[in-house]
């Protein structure tokens, strides 16, 4: 039987590159659902490409545009509206696999929904586990769901670790591994001092030098905020303390992470940076399947460089490693601040550099909170919305 596979946030480049995987395999796979927060007419022509047989949209009148944008003789698929319709289809009993690639805390719910499901999640939203880490790893285990990561360096990281064919979610770091090295391009501004990038544009900052991404992540990935969010994933996804998570600048983006253990040696993960590899990887586990990602020639690519992140140009990352030793809460703190940050440099309404002063600042808030419980998904999201709002009224001032 073909396996199901709901895909939520499909407009966005990781559900345009799994479409786009999938179409290589259709005896293997058929696209149940999909998702979109926007961009209806590119929904529509995607459900119509993939037959799709369920769309979720966020309102009513996403969903009139949606049915205005569909053209054919095909049947129109089922349309479902709101939020809570997203968690439902990601638990959908139809479903087999979910690709979670909703960007930011509006993924979290129905990646979660998944997880609780025992589904096979190929995690792309790093919120649900930078903002919700111990209650997601707990929903995994709870329901035996399998739990891949799509981000590059996580999945490369999974794919230098040792497995029994199941991707589950481990209770401790795996024996005999000293240490996780994840990679970093080092963005567009790697060879720029702090004190030149004030007056950066949101065009400037979201040329990345290798990989084609959305605005909100390339930004990210040049203040190396992005990088930050993955070590807090890692330590999570691998269960591995902070302590034992590096970062190393890699200018080539041909090797996408490494795991070094014990005996000395160092297993690293190559191929061209195109996200088609990940999700072929997480799709097809443990079988590797066709990408439609071309032949990495190490002769062109000539040279690998590497070299340490210097926190004081990046203080986003030092920011992130200092979330990750205070708990979970600083976590939620950070990358609600970052977000708001990130929308606001976009439109104009805050400088580049002021990003990492912003998001200081709303970490300093969170310290001094005291009482926070973070028990279960209603305290994760108060929090966020709670750190959302503190960080709006520094940006308004």
Request: net charge negative; charged share 20%.
């Amino acid at each position: 039987m073909p396996i199901h596979v709901t895909i939520l946030g499909s407009t966005g480049s990781i559900g345009h590159s799994t479409i786009d995987v999938i179409a290589l395999h259709p005896d293997r796979f058929v696209v149940y659902a999909l998702s979109a927060h926007s961009r209806m007419e590119l929904l529509a022509a995607q459900a119509h490409q993939t037959r799709a047989r369920v769309v979720v949209v966020p309102t009513d009148q996403a969903a009139e545009s949606f049915r205005g944008f569909w053209c054919g003789s095909d049947t129109l698929p089922e349309i479902r509206v709101g939020a809570q319709a997203l968690v439902d289809t990601a638990a959908d009993p139809q479903t087999d696999v979910v690709m979670a690639a909703i960007v930011g805390a509006a993924g979290l719910p129905a990646a979660l929904a998944a997880a609780n499901a025992g589904k096979r999640l190929l995690l792309a939203n790093k919120e649900a586990l930078v903002a919700a880490g111990s209650l997601f790893m707990a929903a995994v285990r709870k329901s035996g769901a399998e739990l891949l990561p799509i981000d590059s360096e996580h999945n490369a990281i999974f794919q230098c670790l040792p497995h029994d064919g199941r991707a589950s979610a481990p209770t401790g770091p795996t024996a005999g591994v000293r240490r996780l090295i994840l990679t970093a391009s080092g963005g567009p501004f790697r060879t720029k001092r702090w004190d030149e990038l004030h007056d950066v544009t949101p065009d400037q900052a979201c040329a990345h030098p290798n990989w084609s991404m959305g605005r909100k992540i390339s930004v990210d990935s040049a203040t190396m905020l992005n990088k930050g969010l993955e070590v807090i994933e890692a330590h999570w996804l691998f269960a591995m303390p902070p302590e034992r998570i590096s970062v190393v600048i890699h200018p080539q983006s041909v090797v996408h992470s490494m795991v070094e253990y014990e005996d000395g040696s160092v297993i690293a993960q190559l191929g061209q940076p195109d996200m088609r590899t990940p999700i072929a990887y997480g799709l097809g586990f443990p079988e590797r399947i066709a990408s439609g990602v071309g032949m990495l020639d190490l002769a062109l690519a000539g040279r690998l460089d590497f070299q340490e992140p210097d926190l004081e140009q990046f203080p986003c990352l030092k920011l992130s490693f200092e979330a990750l030793r205070q708990g979970q809460g600083a976590c939620i703190s950070l990358n609600a601040a970052n977000e708001i940050a990130v929308d606001a440099f976009l439109q104009g309404k805050l400088t580049y550099t002021r990003i990492a002063v912003l998001i200081d600042a709303t970490l300093s808030w969170f310290v001094g909170k005291s009482n926070v419980s973070l028990s279960s998904l209603d305290d994760v999201m108060a929090l966020d919305a709670e750190a959302r709002n503190h960080a709006a009224e520094l940006v308004s001032k």
